[in-house]
């Protein structure tokens, strides 16, 4: 019988190192292939939200990297994510998505429609799947439209994100219905706000592409109004912040509050 053993590796000062170094360098050659293979990838697309993969490595969105930081900051730092579960209604690129699994929650689902549906001025859910892969986070996703929502189609979750999408629906009543349907704790929206000057409940509607030359843009409600609404949806306390972006965190109970 023929007996192998291991061989053993000295490092520089002569102690065991645990690899041997030639597999180091091929695998620090690996990562840097990797790395150069994915910013060529991302240089294929655009990209909505900036996501930063490391080593200097970062998408160019519609927002700067700060200000998505700032952002997820006010929208996460109010919640008690960890062992949550996390849907991510209108994800598209998935910043929110990885950023609520980055901060401990225990399940996130990313759904959206518009944007992966396949629209040739989009590039359907290619870049959430690129992004999804090159930052190895475990997130579903599902595509979904918005008036198909409801608990028997995606069940429910402790914590909602309708980022972005009041403002792009039609029917945005019952998009927020139906969002709030799914929502066991917190709901989470963040809208384009207009009328500040009206203090009853108001939303302006605008025809064609009248608002930031957007044919997709079609209301602006005013901060009374979503409270209103929240309220009615049964969430028992909203707060409202107003930058960077206008985000109500709407509450059931105080379970997921700090
Ligand atoms: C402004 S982006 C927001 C993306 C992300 N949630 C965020 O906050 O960064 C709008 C999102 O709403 C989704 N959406 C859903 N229904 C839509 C509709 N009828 N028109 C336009 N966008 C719609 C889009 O696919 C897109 O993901």
Known sequence: MIHWTPPVFLSEDGREAATSPVIELHEEME??????ELRER????KWFHSIDFGDGIVT??????????????TLFR?????GANVIDIGAWDGFYSFEAKRRGAASVLATDHFVWSGDPQFHGRETFELARDALGVDVEALDIDVPDLSPERVGTFDVVL???????????????RRAASLAREVLVVVTHIDLAEIERPAMVFYPGNELAGDPTNWWGPNVPLM???????????????SKPRPIFHAWRSDALRP
């Open 60 to 73: 160019t969105g519609y927002w700067s990297p700060e200000m998505m930081k700032e952002d997820a900051e």
């Open 227 to 241: 409270r209103a609404l929240l309220k009615q949806f049964g969430f028992a306390r909203v707060d409202y912040t």
């Open 78 to 82: 109010p919640i008690k994510i960890s």
């Open 42 to 45: 991302i240089r294929d697309y």
């Open 31 to 36: 990562r840097q292939m990797n790395k150069a």
């Open 162 to 176: 309708f980022l972005g999408v009041f403002y792009h629906l039609f029917d945005p009543i019952d998009g927020l």
